[in-house]
């Protein structure tokens, strides 16, 4: 594909179950981003993969919150116990040169 | 917390008149970057200005950065209807250059046919 995709594009889950949001980044992007943007927060920075380095996941909000990236491609945000305040739209990214290419991010409502 | 302070935060103008918004900074920064966003998905790169630059452009947009000022301004010149979006400046954090970045609050543009 031509860009940056996510799925789900919408995702309704209840308080208190896990989910899991799937990036799948530019062929050949080595560096990876996950951030969020809520209303109140506006756009937030949760965790970054580059190459085999230790991920930087100092923007993960809690530990009910991880990432993972698979040979280098696609990543997966999970979110254990949801809580009513996860509810954004998650948005991933990936880079070349400067340039974050984002795909068009999942709405996550937590009810 | 959020480096870049946005303003105005909402923007109405008329098709074919110029829109400015401004952005101011915190820390050193190695550029600074401008982006769009649609109907609160997607972000699109529209440019980078790096700290060493203190004006560029591309097409309609002209960009500027004054870094003794820790600001920066983005104009969109004979706005469209389709320029209505949200603008959104960024950096880098750390003095980096290709750290992840710290988003400003964001401008509404809407603009009126």
């Known amino acids: 594909g031509a860009g940056v995709s996510q799925s789900p594009s919408n995702k309704v889950t209840e308080k208190g179950k896990d989910v899991e949001l799937r990036c799948d980044p530019i062929?050949?992007?080595?560096?990876l981003y996950w951030y969020r943007q809520s209303l109140g927060q506006g756009l937030e920075f949760l965790i970054y993969?580059?190459?085999?380095?230790?991920?930087?996941k100092s923007g993960l909000p809690s530990d009910r919150f991880s990432a993972e990236r698979t040979g280098g491609s696609v990543s997966t945000l999970t979110i254990q116990r949801t809580q009513q305040e996860d509810s954004a739209v998650y948005l991933c990214?990936?880079?070349?040169?400067?340039?974050?290419?984002f795909g068009p991010g999942t709405r996550l409502t937590v009810l | 917390s959020q480096q870049g302070e946005e303003d105005p935060q909402a923007l109405s103008i008329q098709e074919g008149e110029n829109a400015t918004m401004n952005c101011s900074y915190k820390?050193?920064?190695?550029?600074l970057q401008w982006y769009r966003q649609n109907s609160g998905r997607g972000l699109v790169h529209l440019i980078l200005?790096?700290?060493?630059?203190r004006e560029k452009h591309s097409g309609r947009l002209r960009v500027t950065l004054d870094t003794s000022k820790k600001s920066s301004s983005l104009l969109i010149t004979a706005s469209r209807a389709a320029d209505t979006a949200s603008y959104f400046c960024?950096?880098?954090?750390?003095?980096?250059?290709?750290?992840?970045?710290?988003f400003g609050q964001g401008t509404i543009l809407t603009v009126h046919p």
């Open positions: 960024a950096t880098p954090t750390g003095g980096t250059s290709y750290g992840k970045l710290t």
């Open positions: 990214a990936s880079r070349v040169g400067y340039e974050q290419f």
């Open positions: 062929s050949g992007h080595t560096a």
């Open positions: 820390t050193s920064i190695n550029n």
């Open positions: 993969f580059q190459g085999n380095s230790a991920p930087d």
């Open positions: 200005i790096r700290s060493n630059e």
